[in-house]
């Protein structure tokens, strides 16, 4: 099984023999099927090799991890000629990870700690008889601060009103639908009453080279329409 690094540019050659056709002729692709999407790559075709060049697939298909296994194929099409003469399972190689941590020197280290003290001297007349005047003035503090506590308050709620009011007024945001890939095809022929994979994978293929555009899963689906009445 063939390892692929998925943050690294990658590059494929395939040895080839050509017969019965001219390679300019042909076209070909490289496809990754992850989670019944396919991502196509062009392939280079010359008299006896055929190169692909794959950007780090990190970049371009999300959640990939580690371990996770790719299955690949290489497509040949032209002139009403389909043709996938290899398919491969790639499996993720995991990415070279560094992690650098600054060691703590004063760790086991006794600190210097400062304490300061203060002594408060009073008077005997100064226990017996508290300042009125000082805790008038603290009571006063402490009003003013809890006023203003609660202005800042209310202007919050006030806020997060708005913000909810604003996100209820916002529409749901619309349904994807999920794309037309090979395996809906098989699906959708398995549905019509057509069970066998064979023929399935007949039919497909001959949906392919009768399509106008290859690549375009949904007008092969109307091929593959198209044959099912017949």
Same mark, same amino acid.
């Given at each position: 099984m063939l390892k692929i690094n998925i943050n690294e540019r990658s590059n494929l050659d395939f040895e080839v023999e050509i017969h019965g056709i001219e390679h300019?002729?042909?076209?070909?692709?490289?496809?990754?099927?992850?989670?019944?999407?396919?991502?196509?790559?062009p392939v280079e075709i010359d008299e006896k090799t055929m190169s692909v060049?794959?950007?780090?697939?990190?970049?371009?298909?999300?959640?990939?991890?580690?371990g996770q296994k790719l299955e690949a194929k290489l497509e040949i099409f032209g002139? @009403? =000629?389909?043709?996938?003469?290899?398919? #491969?399972?790639?499996?993720?190689?995991?990415?070279?990870?560094?992690?650098?941590?600054?060691?703590?020197?004063?760790?086991?280290r006794s600190r210097a700690k400062l304490v300061t003290k203060i002594n408060e001297f009073t008077s005997d007349s100064e226990k017996k008889e508290p300042d009125k005047k000082a805790s008038e003035q603290t009571k006063e503090i402490k009003e003013q601060v809890n006023e203003k506590v609660d202005q800042k308050i209310k202007g919050m709620e006030s806020l997060i009103d708005g913000l909810l009011g604003e996100a209820k007024k916002k529409?749901?945001?619309p349904q994807r639908k999920s794309p037309i890939t090979e395996e809906s095809?098989?699906?959708?022929?398995?549905?019509? @009453? =057509?069970?066998?994979?064979?023929?399935? #994978?007949?039919?497909l293929?001959?949906?392919?080279a009768t399509a106008?555009?290859?690549?375009?899963m949904k007008q092969v689906l109307v091929e593959v329409k198209k044959i099912l009445k017949r």
């Open positions: 300019k002729k042909l076209n070909s692709r490289l496809r990754f099927i992850v989670n019944e999407i396919e991502y196509g790559f060049e794959v950007p780090p697939l990190s970049e371009i298909i999300k959640d990939l991890e580690s002139e @009403g =000629l389909y043709l996938n003469p290899w398919t #491969e399972n790639l499996i993720i190689e995991p990415p070279v990870e560094v992690k650098v941590k600054l060691k703590d020197k004063t760790k086991g529409p749901a945001p095809i098989f699906k959708y022929m398995g549905s019509a @009453g =057509l069970k066998n994979k064979r023929i399935q #994978e007949v039919i293929n001959k949906a392919k106008e555009n290859f690549d375009d």
